[in-house]
């Protein structure tokens, strides 16, 4: 019979960028709220990161059952409380088993997924997040159609490789997609390895219609020599 400890997953990168993601989600995340995260994978961001949170309980997701089991296997390991049980959650999916959630994390699944995924994971939170809802993502970027570093360049590469509709996608698409469903792109936060987080705010119903219908924002134009940008 397998065990809770054999269960439980390790993905490598979780004790480099857990703490830096606790920091940003100590200032941004509501308290007290529930929190849902999407794509939990090995369970170990949540199992970490809620403990720290006051106030919040954490609804993990993950579509792979595998992953569900070490989502709560890791729960059970560190007794997180305020980790709920792994739910089953395709972001594809019209139909999400958690309905309300004040706030959404979703961390290293942008560029592990189609880009429908994305369009879906937006569209699905605007049915699911309140007003002022906060949505935060983790991953590698594009900037302005650039990556930010060679590794990140070479990353992609590997995505591709592995699957060609994955790949690393451009803060300014992402901004696209989430401006057509009612979030509004606050913050860009450099991250260390060269990864960001974002952090999305869900606009009021009206504000969201308006959103909606108008140009999405477009990049910045270059400075060019002689040009003074606006501070």
């Known amino acids: 019979m397998a065990t809770p400890t ?34 939990s994978g090995t369970g170990e961001h949540a199992t970490y ?27 059970a390991e560190l007794d997180a409380a305020a980790v709920l049980p792994a739910l089953e959650l395709d972001v594809m999916s019209e139909t999400w088993p958690v309905r309300r959630a004040h706030a959404a994390v979703c961390i290293n699944m942008i560029h592990v997924a189609p880009w429908e995924a994305t369009v879906a994971f937006f569209a699905g939170l605007a049915r699911t997040l309140p007003q002022d809802g906060v949505v935060v993502t983790y991953g590698p970027y ?18 591709k490789l592995m699957n060609q509709r994955w790949g690393v996608r451009d803060v300014a698409e992402i901004e696209r997609v989430a401006w057509s469903h ?20 869900h606009a009021s119903e009206r504000a ?4 909606a219908a108008s140009p999405a924002p477009e990049p910045e134009p270059e400075v060019g020599v002689g040009d003074k940008k606006p501070v």
Not at 11 to 23: F, G, S, Y
Not at 144 to 155: V, Y
Not at 182 to 201: H, I, Q, R
């Open 208 to 211: 969201a219609e308006l959103l």
């Open 182 to 201: 009612g979030f509004v792109l606050s913050e860009t936060v450099d991250m260390p390895a060269n990864n960001k987080c974002l952090v999305f705010v």
């Open 6 to 39: 054999s269960k439980r997953l390790r993905a490598a990168p979780v004790i480099r960028n857990r703490d830096p993601i606790l920091e940003v989600l100590k200032r941004v995340l509501p308290q007290p709220s529930l929190v849902l995260e999407i794509a």
């Open 142 to 159: 594009k900037v302005d159609g650039e990556h930010t570093a060679p590794s990140n360049a070479r990353f992609d590469r590997q995505l």
């Open 49 to 75: 990161i809620a403990p720290k949170l006051n106030g919040v309980m954490w609804q993990p997701t993950e579509p792979d059952p595998l992953r569900r089991d070490s989502i709560d296997a890791w729960a």
